[in-house]
């Protein structure tokens, strides 16, 4: 039915993947002040900034509205640069049954992973929804870039 659906996305980074992975590893709390056009909040619910069984959550603009999502945090490994999110919660639920996050970096490299299931055959491809995770790296890059 092809309902199943996978984005990959790699981003050169001139700031070197391993800095954008820190930032989501140890300063997830600082993403809505360097992307403020993508990300309204970040909060914890459960656990720590980015250990493996955290709850966190996130609100963001997308297409200028306002969405909601929370994730659990599947992975993280520091060696690899990768942390993998499973979205259980928010907007995309509504679409999609279910909606799964992998970023990792490589050198200068930075790759995001989206996994989804469509609900429907109608449901769009999260191509919007994409974007703005790319627009929210470049945005990172760019703050990393001037320090």
Known sequence: MGLKGKLIASMEMNCGGGSFFDIFHTSTHQVPNISPRTIVHFEIHEGETVKIGSIVSWKYIEAGQDKYMKHLI?????HKKLIKWKVIEGDLLELYNYFDYTTSCDHQWTTWT?????KTEDTPE????FGNILDMTKDIEAHLLQK
């Open 126 to 129: 999260p191509l919007i929804h």
């Open 114 to 118: 989206i996994e989804y299931e469509k």
């Open 74 to 78: 599947e992975a993280v490994d520091p």
